[in-house]
């Protein structure tokens, strides 16, 4: 029991004298705790009520500083996100945020007219991933990859300032990719690429290419 007290008033203090202080005063904490709480909420609500596995919040900026840092980068030049008005995928998501909703209102990515000074509920809008299979596609360096990052990395509370601190994802998801360099021989990819046109060897001639054997 000595111990434990000891443990307790060692706690109290580091969090009085270490958290509060760094985080200008009970109001930065509280903030921060209340980004924690609302990112956990609508977690259980991902697959709870909205039958979704992720959602990027609008105005939430996706890119790194740099590829090893977690720095969010500057705007401009990072566009912040922004779920297309006439997808299926664009939703609006509400959060009860009760007494912390006053700790969160001011952080939001993108302001909304629906969320009031009073609360307690806090309205979001952004994009909502389903379950099932969905399909990301575009041009080189249109922000596919980093949306796959933020996804995976969803599944992490992030804190205040990060830029992906409103874009979650379900606690059970996990991440697959193939290991870069691996050697490709006679695999059968024809499910993905099919159809490809003959190659020219000056040597051989005319090389179809068979993507059943692919190498």
């Known amino acids: ?21 760094s985080q200008g005063g009970s109001s930065g904490l509280l903030k921060h705790v209340a980004c924690a709480v609302l990112q956990e909420r609508l977690r259980s609500q991902l697959s709870q009520t909205l039958n979704s596995v992720a959602f990027v ?42 007494l912390l909703h006053s700790h969160v209102i001011d952080n939001l990515p993108n302001s ?22 969905t399909l990301i596609c575009g041009g080189g360096y249109h922000g596919k990859s980093t ?6 990395a969803g599944v992490y509370n992030k804190i205040p300032g990060d830029g992906r601190e409103y874009c979650v994802t379900v606690s059970n998801a996990i991440s697959v990719r193939a290991e870069d360099g691996r050697y490709v021989n006679k695999c059968n990819v024809s499910g993905f690429i099919a159809n490809l046109p003959d190659l020219t060897n000056p040597k051989s001639g005319k090389v179809v290419v068979d993507t059943t054997q692919f190498s």
């Open 57 to 98: 919040a609008d105005g939430s900026i996706l890119p790194r500083k740099s590829g090893n840092s977690s720095l969010p980068m500057e705007s401009p030049p990072a566009v912040p996100s922004c779920a297309p008005k006439d997808s299926d995928m664009t939703a609006t998501v509400q959060i009860d945020m009760g």
């Open 1 to 21: 029991p000595e111990m434990d007290s000891c443990v307790k008033l060692l706690l109290e203090q580091l969090v009085s004298t270490q958290l509060i202080s």
């Open 147 to 152: 949306l796959l990052r933020t996804i995976a």
């Open 112 to 133: 909304n007219d629906d969320n009031s000074k009073d609360g307690p509920i806090v309205s979001m809008p952004g994009l909502l991933v389903p379950a099932g299979v």
